[in-house]
């Protein structure tokens, strides 16, 4: 019987061992981030992140982000007008850090974000129209949802060059962030 339970404790351990991580992100842990925002923000090509991330507990972090994007396109020729769009994301963060790839300088970690997009949008005429002439409205703006997969290889201690993938204000986030 001692037997039998000795050889199941080491087998626990060395189970246990093979899926342990490191600790990636330490209570009281705090990020800052700057990135760029590439693609699929409306008719935006890029777009402009900054971001805060502190850890919550062991590999769980808490943050905020705030971001902007804006751009314009054209309607109908020299008759026509342009419409104009901004956006400029609030949104709160959860993470879950995951040692995923065993590197040493490599953080990586899922997040969901939740927040509010508060957008305008606005027209206006190439020539001078009329009195009464119709004037076109939009709206915009609204809760968001967002869900990440994310990235930082650290450069120093300090600094790390990160990435985010997925569902936000950019389907690429590329920048970096400081260790404060």
């Known amino acids: 019987m001692k037997k039998a339970l000795g050889v199941w404790v080491v087998s626990l351990l060395l189970v246990s061992s093979a899926f ?37 507990q062991d590999d769980i972090g808490v943050g905020a982000t705030v971001a902007y994007s804006g751009y314009s396109e054209s309607y109908g020729g020299s ?6 769009y901004s956006n400029i994301f609030i949104l709160a963060n959860g993470s879950y850090h995951v040692d995923v790839f065993k590197n040493e300088k490599l953080d990586t970690w899922g997040a969901l974000s939740l ?61 970096l962030d400081f260790k404060l």
Do not use: C, M
């Open 20 to 56: 342990s991580q490191r600790i990636l992100i330490k209570e009281g842990d705090q990020y800052a981030g700057l990135k760029l925002a590439l693609g699929a923000v409306g008719g935006a090509s890029i777009g402009f992140v900054g971001s805060f991330e502190r850890g919550l």
């Open 79 to 84: 008759y026509g007008g342009e419409w104009t």
């Open 115 to 175: 927040g509010y997009n508060v957008a305008s949008v606005k027209f206006k005429w190439n020539t001078t129209v009329p009195a009464g002439t119709f004037e076109p409205s939009a709206s915009a703006g609204g809760f968001v949802i967002g869900l990440s997969a994310n990235a930082r290889y650290f450069l120093t201690e300090q600094l790390a060059v990160a990435a985010s993938v997925g569902i936000g204000l950019g389907i690429l986030n590329i920048g």
